[in-house]
């Protein structure tokens, strides 16, 4: 005999109680003094006798209630003395994907699904067992299948989740492949959740005898999504007036309507509220305005807060908010003119006039260029400016050096042979002389003209434009432009091209820690180009100045996800950089390189990163970023017992019924709890009859 729970046997020890109330509870006849006792000894020693029968067997009845107590719940049975005709082997695949550090209660569905492991491999004792993880790698608890239950169950201790999603199918075929000839009981314990079940043949073998899905949530069948609400990417973006905008994506990955407060944190400290209502799988939006930021940059994060949710990596969304101050600008002017209108810079100066926030800009004329301090300012434009000296060249060619930013147009007061003699050390490519395309008083110089090709969209200059704004670049008109050394070409970038394949807008390929150099071949007034009346030449004009200056503030930036591979921005001047983390107590390990020809890469964990110069050196202001958890896990939507026998039935698989409790004794257990229920009825009447004749 064997008992489904046999530590209640200990309840037998309660047979004490009846026997103590037995021994207490006994009565001594009184002693009375009466003269005929002669007659009546003989009738007292009969009925003694008869009532302690009658207490002897009270005491038995009500020992035997107790007994029968115990045993029932105990569980009793027997197992066949029948042995199978063929013993099915033991394949548990224990699911260790991330979502299953799901909090469920005081648990995690993880903690649960092991302890249900343990319970199969106790109660199916017989043949050979094996356990194998269903991490992003599948990982056999034991090299081989085996019969010791207890190395296995001590081996589930040391499992804990995966850092992404596990697959099923490939430690379901990993399983199979490690078993030899003979019939496999195949158990999946799992959240049952879709994204762990692939599309695969895993189960199309003549060695699974069944399978059975274990959920560890513990679920009614058919089992619903858990309630989750996650955050997808942010986008961050610069507004014209000066303001940052947040906008935060939130949805509900769960079966029912869900609810929590949005929270952003700068700083440590909480900038804006938001209550959110998300029914049962919509995606909503939320706004957030922020004003009045210092300079330098501010970490923070968006969290939300919703009832039920027990997956807590995807409520928080890490936010790295940077500002600068706008670069100081040093224009020489190189081709003045008492007409306003006419002047070489009347256009440059009205496109940073009215350019959001405002470029401070200061002006001289090229003459008194040899008088000014270069370092009081960030970005140089040579506008037009004939070769100065010899020494203010080393001057200008020593500022780009030390980091700071030139842009150089072009125009009449330009000799190509000077500019390569005094400049040629800093030039993104040596000029070359001059090309007349139209006479820009002639009747069809339009027909003529060259427009603007070939635009380098995803350069920081060109990302914050729309796709709409190209043919404001494409219908303009050139009459004049200079040309470049060709061999020069591949040491530089080219971020325009004229319609007629000439190079337009050129960038110097710059040293580690040097400044940047954009050079446009053709003039910023009206004399060779059109360019400067068209709607687009403001934003242009100060895309190009802020990211000679370090400062560029592009198109929306959108948090990177861990583990996805993205392209990070180098600042100015630096060639190759390290990924650091800020405020993090782990650096990324190995140590993540990033080099301005690949700069794709790949962030591992949520949090602040930024770049530094050097492994372990500060980290460089301007390239602070955040990356957030993937959402791959957030789905719980469980796979459909329909879905999985159509992916995974084939030949003698079976598909049983979701398990919402773990698989309990062998199937060659007879109870007998229903028998002694019974006979613990008809105990207790017989024991209530005894009583009451008393």
């Known amino acids: 005999m064997s008992f489904l729970s046999p530590a209640l046997l200990f309840g037998l020890a309660l047979i004490g109680v009846p026997i103590a109330i037995h021994l207490i509870g006994r009565k001594r006849a009184p002693v009375l003094m009466f003269s005929a006792y002669d007659f009546l000894e003989e009738v007292v020693q009969r009925l003694a006798r008869r009532e302690q029968l009658r207490q002897l067997l009270l005491l038995l009845l009500r020992i035997a209630i107790v007994a029968l107590l115990a045993f029932g719940l105990a569980g009793p049975g027997l197992k066949s003395l029948v042995a199978p005709v063929a013993v099915s082997d033991t394949l548990i695949v224990l699911d260790a994907s991330h979502s299953m550090s799901y909090r469920l ?75 030899g000839e003979g019939s496999v009981d195949l158990f999946l314990i799992s959240d049952l959740s879709e994204n762990a079940f692939g599309a695969g043949d895993a189960l199309a073998s003549t060695k699974v005898h069944a399978v059975t899905l274990v959920d560890a949530a513990d679920r009614d069948d058919p089992p619903r999504a858990l309630a989750n609400v996650g955050l997808g990417p942010l986008v961050h973006e610069h507004l014209s007036d000066g303001g940052e905008r947040v906008i935060v994506t939130a949805r509900n990955f769960g079966a029912a309507p869900a609810s929590g407060e949005l929270r952003l944190t700068l700083d440590g400290q909480v900038r804006a509220r938001a209550f959110i209502e998300l029914p049962p799988g919509a995606v909503s939006e939320r706004e957030f305005t922020l004003t009045e930021l210092a300079d330098g940059l501010h970490p923070g994060d968006v ?84 070769a100065p000296a010899a020494s203010v060249g080393q001057e200008i060619a020593d500022f780009v050096k030390k980091g700071g930013g030139l842009l150089i147009t072009l125009g009449d007061r330009v000799s190509f042979e000077a500019y390569n003699e005094v400049f040629g050390a800093i030039l993104p490519a040596r000029l070359r002389d001059q090309w007349a395309v139209a006479d820009p008083k002639a009747h069809d110089v339009l027909a003529s003209a060259l427009g603007l090709t070939d635009i380098a969209w995803q350069h920081p200059v060109f990302r914050r ?213 019974l006979a613990l009825v008809l105990v207790f009447s017989v024991q209530s009859l005894l009583a009451s004749r008393g």
């Open 303 to 386: 969290t939300i807060a919703a009832e039920g949710d027990g997956y807590a990596d995807d409520d928080t969304a890490p936010l790295a908010i940077e500002r600068f101050a706008e670069p100081r600008v040093l224009v020489v002017n190189g081709d003045p003119k008492s007409v306003s209108f006419r002047d070489e810079i009347f256009y440059l100066e009205r496109a940073l006039q009215v350019a959001k926030p405002e470029v401070a800009f200061d002006v001289v004329a090229a003459d008194d260029l040899s008088t000014q301090r270069l370092d009081a300012h960030k970005v140089l434009v040579l506008a037009n400016v004939p």
């Open 465 to 677: 434009f729309d796709p709409v704004s190209e043919p404001a670049f494409t219908q303009s008109h050139t009459f004049r432009h200079f040309f470049v050394e060709a061999q020069d070409l591949n040491k530089t970038r080219q971020l325009m091209r004229f319609s007629s394949g000439a190079p337009a807008l050129l960038e110097r390929a710059a040293a580690p820690n040097e400044g940047r150099v954009l050079m446009w071949l053709s003039t910023i007034d009206r004399d060779f180009s059109d360019l400067a009346i068209r709607p687009v030449f403001a934003p242009l004009a100060a895309q190009m100045l802020r990211y000679v200056g370090g400062t560029l503030r592009s198109a929306p930036d959108r948090a990177y996800v861990a583990g996805v591979p993205g392209e990070l921005v180098l600042p100015a001047g630096v060639s190759r950089a390290h990924v650091v983390a800020l405020g993090q107590t782990k650096k990324p390990s190995p140590p993540i390189a990033v080099d301005a020809s690949n700069p794709t890469a790949s962030l591992p964990a949520p949090g602040h990163y930024a770049l530094a110069a050097s492994e372990g050196g500060p980290p460089i202001i301007g390239t602070a970023t955040s990356a957030i958890a993937s959402l791959e896990e957030s789905s719980f939507q469980p796979v459909s017992r329909e879905e999985l026998a159509k992916r995974w039935a084939a030949g003698d698989v079976a598909v049983l019924a979701a398990s919402a409790k773990t698989p309990g004794a062998p199937s060659d257990f007879r109870g007998y709890a229903h028998l002694i229920l």
């Open 105 to 179: 209660g005081s648990s995690t569905l993880l903690a649960r699904a092991k302890k249900k492991a343990e319970a199969i491999l106790r109660d199916r004792s017989q043949g050979l067992a094996l356990v194998v993880v269903a991490d992003t790698e599948p990982r056999p608890l034991a090299a081989q299948p085996n019969a010791d239950r207890t190395a296995l169950i001590g081996a589930l201790e040391d499992v804990t989740p995966g850092p992404r999603g596990g697959d099923l199918a490939s430690a379901v075929k990993r399983g199979l492949e490690l078993f």
